[in-house]
T-cell receptor, first 114, second 113 residues
Framework: ETGVTQSPTHLIKTRGQQVTLRCSSQ?????VSWYQQALGQGPQFIFQ???????GRGNFPPRFSGLQFPNYSSELNVNALELDDSALYLC?????????????FGQGTRLTVV | GNSVTQMEGPVTLSEEAFLTINCTYT??????LFWYVQYPGEGLQLLLK?????DKGSNKGFEATYRKETTSFHLEKGSVQVSDSAVYFC????????????FGKGTKLTVNP
């Protein structure tokens, strides 16, 4: 069984640029969520996709956007990067949307904005 | 809104010491509660969970009991090992929030031999 994989593992971008992060969900999982983890903080929910539709969003501006594909893999896009966007971005997948289903996390993409 | 408060770290213990990491929560409805662990340079791994009041989650010697009356989910282990050194996150999911996970700020544990 393949776990959740994210790419790239590390990325350096310049302020104002755009970035795309990718996530392959675990086999059989149709729900993907994205989280931002700033240094020394807990992860913060960005948004969630269920069967290719966004079905929840946290307190992040519209320049954070996403997609989910028919194979349930997902992308996170961030436009007009700011220095405060520097963080570890985590993708999590699970089967369905029930409250108690386990979310499996990838190892994350470390984004540095300079 | 929903929130999780964890005891502030870092926590430093000697091997075989007893561990407690406090976690309290605020949530509407009946949340599910989780402890996640993050080893250096890695993503999050589910350590244990509890889905209703008085449930006890356990894994790898760690335990936590869902206490609705005190809105708490404290993590305990009777005898820690050096390999338990990591950051521990308490989290919840609840209705009305897209079933998203709401995390505490994390508690860094260092276990010395």
């Amino acid at each position: 069984e393949t776990g959740v994989t994210q790419s790239p593992t590390h990325l350096i971008k310049t302020r104002g640029q755009q970035v795309t992060l990718r996530c392959s969900s675990q086999s059989g999982h149709n729900t993907v969520s994205w989280y931002q983890q700033a240094l020394g903080q807990g992860p913060q929910f960005i948004f969630q996709y269920y069967r290719e539709e966004e079905n929840g969003r946290g307190n992040f501006p519209p320049r954070f956007s996403g997609l989910q594909f028919p194979n349930y893999s997902s992308e996170l896009n961030v436009n007009a990067l700011e220095l405060d966007d520097s963080a570890l971005y985590l993708c999590a997948s699970r089967s369905g949307t029930a409250l108690n289903t386990e979310a499996f996390f990838g190892q994350g993409t470390r984004l540095t904005v300079v | 809104g929903n929130s999780v408060t964890q005891m502030e770290g870092p926590v430093t213990l000697s091997e075989e010491a007893f561990l407690t990491i406090n976690c309290t929560y605020t949530a509407t409805g009946y949340p599910s509660l989780f402890w996640y662990v993050q080893y250096p340079g890695e993503g999050l791994q589910l350590l244990l969970k509890a889905t209703k009041a008085d449930d006890k989650g356990s894994n790898k010697g760690f335990e936590a009991t869902y206490r609705k009356e005190t809105t708490s989910f404290h993590l305990e282990k009777g005898s820690v090992q050096v390999s338990d050194s990591a950051v521990y996150f308490c989290a919840l999911t609840s209705q009305g929030g897209s079933e998203k996970l709401v995390f505490g700020k994390g508690t860094k544990l260092t276990v010395n031999p």
